[in-house]
């Protein structure tokens, strides 16, 4: 009948830059979509170079690099008899673009550029790429001879185009252009395009997946047709993760998904359709178009059929119930694949984490334990590439992990660096810790080294500083307390250098941070302490997502040792014990809750609220716990220390992106690190709306 098309969309492990590791990548993808029958092949956005490029798509090299690749892409004899839609970086008259390239059979059928950038968050494709804003315009693209080599063709269509097969029309929208309020995918599909394309970049956040999958559903309720999707997945050399998520959508069900986390490089999903349940849908849905002024998609005729002409046993895909992990299991799996990436990219030999038997660094090894799981799942389930970089990682040719335990530990080091104001509740519960997950674990103890500091510092100045307890001031209290941490991070890093080499063993480890969001937000932390690692996979997740993560992982991995983590209270230990117990808490230090550090980090960038608004809202968000004085006075208190402490993030280690309300200073949350920390003005306003709302609640005599 030929009315049944088989489409082929995918999630790729891109690399930036990596040339050679995405074209190959990119080949298999391509094979086992032509291995299922597909007819059109979907890749993620600028799949070839890579999408975290940043700076480096403003070099001649990677434009030059990318059309390298697509040559050796148009001569593979994988990649004929399949409509294949690759992302690279394009210039055309001196204009640089984010496009897709679609070909056939050795020929460019068109290119197509991005018309709607991402220029917001984490995203900042206006620095290096150009809108193409002219609707429905297409103009000659002439190739670099390297193409024309191959190809034959001297100039190819260029613009805003959709692809014309001899049994349906294809449409193409890039990433953003789904979440635009102005998605390409309406007109097109009043204009009769049946099938929408959308090739993604698009990151990892907490409780964001149900975000995209709804678009992909109402962009084809709204209009009826195909949607395929295809996504980046791991980390490509930058904070973010991206995570896959490929799916097929038709009339508004999804009815093919891909995974959101997995250690597969390469993952294709496949999914047989009837474009006759396109037509029949929109024969009810969609009117005739009524526009005076509309402007018909430029089509580009390809001799080509994505169905045949015997399909009437072919069985079409049905609609499936997307399954959405939970936040703690976003947690567990996220953080853990972008872990592996950068650990098997980075060349070094494992992980170091200083492990104080608190919820934050307690969290990171368990993380570290999750990916030791996945990596041992994808071993079972036959992925060689895996394999292969555990045994690079673990210097054996011969290895293969029997158990997580095993695994972890093989790369995973953890040490408590005790001091003179360490509990020993805190050393049990990191040992305890490390010997469920079996972690190589240390004890170091520190008080030598600080002692050794505080003394060249005496020698010189003639005063020995006291902590408060000891009748010290706030300024020696404080800088008694950062030493300590700041000694754990210079400890940090020799072990991390030098611990394998102690054991006769190659390599080095990778330091590991243990900051969360909240702490980064108000900078409750030492400056260049144990905060200053290497990378960072709790950097962007709230207290509190983590002590439910903590209650998860007790059930899903057995950990015991964890209830007794949960149940102390958050504690730095750098002040002198009280009868050998923790006088010192996070929460008495900074004022407030996590759960109220979580809302005002929300308030501030999720809703951007100066200190004025945010009062005006939380005097009604917390009007049954808190007065309206009280609510000013943790709203001061907050941008207090977040103002002072701004200059901490310009140096804050690396960190998973998880979070919307992310204080991170490269490039999602950009602020200036010199503030007027007393907010006069400000603050002013906040104390003046007090005093009304008291005079308006005093009883008239």
């Given at each position: 009948?030929?009315r049944k098309?088989?489409?082929?969309t995918c999630?790729l492990?891109?690399?930036s830059?990596?040339?050679e590791?995405?074209?190959?990548?990119?080949?298999k993808?391509?094979?086992?979509?032509?291995g299922?029958g597909?007819k059109?092949r979907?890749g993620?956005?600028?799949e070839?170079?890579?999408?975290?490029?940043a700076?480096?798509?403003?070099e001649s090299?990677?434009?030059?690099h990318s059309f390298?690749v697509l040559?050796?892409?148009?001569?593979?004899?994988?990649?004929?008899?399949?409509?294949c839609?690759?992302?690279?970086p394009i210039m055309?008259h001196?204009v640089r673009y984010?496009?897709?390239?679609?070909?056939l059979n050795r020929k460019?059928l068109l290119?197509?550029?991005?018309?709607l950038?991402?220029?917001h968050g984490n995203?900042r494709e206006m620095?290096?790429f150009s809108?193409w804003n002219?609707?429905?315009?297409?103009e000659e693209?002439?190739?670099?001879r390297?193409i024309?080599?191959?190809?034959?063709?001297d100039t190819?269509?260029?613009g805003?185009?959709?692809l014309s097969t001899?049994d349906?029309?294809i449409?193409t929208e890039?990433?953003?252009?789904?979440?635009n309020p102005?998605?390409?995918?309406?007109q097109?599909g009043?204009?009769?395009v049946e099938?929408?394309?959308?090739s993604?970049?698009?990151h990892?956040?907490?409780?964001k997946a149900?975000?995209?999958?709804?678009?992909?559903?109402?962009a084809?309720t709204?209009?009826g047709g195909?949607?395929?999707y295809a996504n980046?997945?791991?980390?490509?050399?930058?904070?973010?993760?991206?995570?896959?998520?490929?799916?097929?959508a038709?009339?508004?069900?999804?009815v093919a998904?891909?995974?959101?986390?997995?250690l597969?490089?390469?993952?294709?999903i496949?999914?047989t359709?009837?474009?006759?349940?396109v037509?029949?849908?929109?024969?009810e849905?969609?009117?005739?178009h009524v526009?005076?002024?509309?402007?018909?998609c430029?089509r580009?005729k390809v001799d080509f059929s994505l169905?045949?002409g015997?399909d009437?046993?072919?069985p079409t895909?049905q609609p499936?119930?997307w399954?959405?992990?939970t936040?703690?299991?976003e947690?567990?799996?996220?953080p853990?694949?972008?872990?592996?990436?950068?650990l098997?990219r980075?060349?070094q030999?494992?992980?170091?984490l200083p492990l104080?038997?608190?919820?934050d660094?307690?969290s990171?090894?368990?993380?570290?334990?999750?990916?030791?799981?996945?990596?041992?799942?994808a071993?079972?389930?036959s992925?060689?590439?895996?394999l292969?970089?555990?045994?690079w990682?673990?210097?054996?040719e011969?290895?293969?992990?029997?158990?997580?335990?095993?695994?972890?530990g093989?790369?995973?080091?953890t040490?408590?660096?005790?001091?003179e104001?360490?509990?020993?509740?805190t050393?049990?519960?990191a040992?305890d810790?490390?010997?469920?997950?079996?972690s190589?674990?240390m004890?170091?103890?520190i008080?030598?080294a600080v002692?050794?500091i505080?003394?060249i510092f005496?020698?010189?100045t003639?005063?020995?500083?006291?902590?408060?307890t000891?009748?010290?001031?706030?300024r020696?209290?404080?800088a008694?307390q950062?030493v300590?941490?700041?000694?754990?991070m210079v400890?940090?890093?020799?072990?991390a250098q030098?611990s394998?080499?102690a054991r006769g063993?190659?390599?080095?480890?990778?330091?590991?941070g243990?900051?969360?969001?909240?702490?980064?937000?108000?900078g409750?932390?030492t400056?260049?302490d144990?905060?200053s690692?290497?990378?960072?996979?709790?950097g962007?997740i709230?207290?509190?997502?983590?002590k439910s993560f903590l209650?998860?992982?007790v059930e899903?991995f057995?950990?015991t040792?964890l209830r007794?983590i949960l149940?102390a209270p958050p504690?730095?230990?750098?002040?002198p014990?009280?009868?050998?117990?923790?006088s010192?808490?996070?929460?008495?230090?900074?004022?407030m809750t996590y759960?109220?550090?979580s809302v005002?980090g929300r308030?501030?960038?999720?809703s951007?609220?100066?200190?004025f608004?945010?009062?005006?809202k939380l005097?009604h968000m917390w009007k049954?716990a808190?007065s309206?004085?009280?609510v000013a006075e943790?709203?001061?208190?907050?941008f207090?220390?977040?103002s002072?402490?701004?200059?901490k993030?310009t140096?804050?280690?690396?960190s998973y992106h998880?979070e919307?309300?992310?204080?991170?200073?490269?490039r999602?949350?950009?602020?200036?690190?010199l503030?007027?920390?007393r907010?006069?003005?400000?603050f002013?306003c906040?104390?003046?709306?007090?005093?009304q709302?008291?005079?308006?609640t005093?009883?008239k005599?």
């Amino acid at each position: 009948m030929g009315r049944k098309v088989n489409v082929a969309t995918c999630s790729l492990n891109q690399w930036s830059l990596d040339f050679e590791g995405n074209l190959e990548r990119i080949l298999k993808s391509i094979e086992i979509a032509k291995g299922h029958g597909a007819k059109y092949r979907l890749g993620p956005e600028l799949e070839i170079c890579g999408y975290g490029c940043a700076d480096h798509f403003y070099e001649s090299d990677t434009l030059l690099h990318s059309f390298e690749v697509l040559r050796k892409l148009l001569e593979s004899p994988v990649s004929q008899d399949i409509i294949c839609d690759v992302g690279m970086p394009i210039m055309h008259h001196n204009v640089r673009y984010n496009c897709r390239v679609l070909f056939l059979n050795r020929k460019i059928l068109l290119i197509r550029p991005k018309m709607l950038m991402a220029n917001h968050g984490n995203y900042r494709e206006m620095r290096w790429f150009s809108p193409w804003n002219q609707l429905r315009k297409v103009e000659e693209y002439f190739l670099p001879r390297m193409i024309q080599e191959v190809t034959g063709q001297d100039t190819v269509p260029f613009g805003d185009c959709v692809l014309s097969t001899k049994d349906t029309c294809i449409g193409t929208e890039i990433c953003a252009e789904l979440w635009n309020p102005r998605s390409p995918h309406i007109q097109m599909g009043l204009d009769g395009v049946e099938i929408f394309t959308n090739s993604s970049a698009s990151h990892h956040e907490l409780r964001k997946a149900d975000q995209r999958v709804n678009l992909v559903k109402s962009a084809t309720t709204k209009t009826g047709g195909i949607y395929l999707y295809a996504n980046q997945r791991g980390c490509d050399g930058d904070r973010l993760y991206y995570d896959g998520c490929a799916m097929v959508a038709i009339n508004g069900d999804i009815v093919a998904q891909g995974a959101q986390f997995s250690l597969n490089d390469v993952e294709v999903i496949t999914a047989t359709l009837d474009l006759e349940d396109v037509r029949s849908y929109r024969g009810e849905m969609c009117q005739p178009h009524v526009e005076s002024e509309h402007k018909p998609c430029h089509r580009v005729k390809v001799d080509f059929s994505l169905s045949s002409g015997d399909d009437i046993y072919l069985p079409t895909h049905q609609p499936i119930t997307w399954h959405f992990h939970t936040p703690e299991e976003e947690i567990s799996l996220g953080p853990a694949c972008w872990l592996w990436d950068y650990l098997r990219r980075s060349g070094q030999a494992g992980f170091l984490l200083p492990l104080s038997g608190g919820v934050d660094s307690s969290s990171t090894a368990c993380i570290v334990y999750s990916m030791c799981v996945l990596v041992c799942q994808a071993i079972e389930d036959s992925n060689s590439q895996v394999l292969k970089d555990v045994r690079w990682l673990v210097g054996d040719e011969s290895y293969r992990p029997q158990h997580p335990k095993e695994l972890c530990g093989r790369i995973f080091t953890t040490c408590y660096m005790a001091s003179e104001n360490s509990s020993v509740d805190t050393c049990n519960r990191a040992k305890d810790l490390a010997n469920q997950i079996s972690s190589t674990h240390m004890n170091i103890n520190i008080d030598m080294a600080v002692k050794g500091i505080l003394g060249i510092f005496s020698l010189v100045t003639g005063k020995m500083p006291q902590f408060r307890t000891n009748g010290g001031s706030h300024r020696e209290n404080l800088a008694l307390q950062n030493v300590q941490a700041r000694v754990r991070m210079v400890l940090a890093y020799l072990f991390a250098q030098l611990s394998l080499w102690a054991r006769g063993k190659p390599g080095g480890l990778l330091v590991l941070g243990s900051a969360n969001v909240d702490e980064s937000l108000t900078g409750y932390f030492t400056k260049y302490d144990c905060s200053s690692a290497d990378i960072n996979p709790i950097g962007g997740i709230s207290k509190t997502d983590l002590k439910s993560f903590l209650l998860y992982c007790v059930e899903q991995f057995q950990l015991t040792a964890l209830r007794g983590i949960l149940a102390a209270p958050p504690t730095a230990e750098l002040e002198p014990l009280t009868d050998g117990q923790v006088s010192q808490t996070d929460e008495a230090d900074m004022g407030m809750t996590y759960s109220e550090l979580s809302v005002i980090g929300r308030l501030r960038k999720i809703s951007k609220c100066g200190p004025f608004s945010m009062f005006c809202k939380l005097i009604h968000m917390w009007k049954d716990a808190l007065s309206p004085t009280e609510v000013a006075e943790k709203v001061k208190r907050f941008f207090r220390m977040y103002s002072v402490n701004r200059h901490k993030m310009t140096t804050v280690t690396p960190s998973y992106h998880a979070e919307s309300y992310s204080p991170d200073d490269n490039r999602f949350d950009l602020r200036p690190f010199l503030y007027n920390t007393r907010w006069t003005w400000q603050f002013r306003c906040i104390d003046n709306q007090v005093s009304q709302m008291a005079t308006n609640t005093t009883p008239k005599q």
